[in-house]
């Protein structure tokens, strides 16, 4: 069956630095477009970025563009997230997730469109 499995999260002062992966089994992950979300405690899951098949569309959300960096190694079947000046308000559980629909529907539709879910890794912020 298809397993999303999520590392690298941890705690980390403001204006550091983290980098997620997500490992990917039980899928063509070419043919999948993949996403990042998080979600705060409280708060609604979010959209964070998202990377075509061959990895030329990367949306991003407002709150983290130019400060995230969304990356895929097909031949790995990994999906990163490289995130820099990491803020307080950045604190949330990080999900990866597959799509079969284009990056920018993705983007526009959010957490819908997502076929499959990892169980994601905390990230916490320290100010």
């Known amino acids: 069956q298809v397993q999303l499995v999520e590392s690298g999260g941890g705690l980390v002062q403001a204006g550091g630095s983290l980098r997620l992966s997500c490992a990917a089994s039980g899928l063509t992950f070419s043919n999948y477009v993949m996403g990042w979300f998080r979600q705060a405690p409280g708060k609604e899951r979010e959209f964070v970025a998202a990377i075509s098949w061959r990895g030329t569309v990367t949306p991003y959300s407002d709150s983290v563009k130019g400060r995230f960096t969304i990356s895929r190694d097909n031949a790995k079947n990994t999906v990163y997230l490289q995130m820099n000046s990491l803020k307080p308000e950045d604190t949330a559980g990080y999900y990866c997730?597959?799509?079969?629909?284009?990056?920018?529907?993705?983007?526009?539709?959010?957490?819908?469109?997502?076929?499959?879910w990892g169980k994601g890794t905390l990230v916490t912020v320290s100010s």
């Open positions: 997730a597959a799509s079969l629909k284009p990056a920018q529907v993705v983007s526009g539709t959010g957490a819908h469109a997502m076929e499959y």
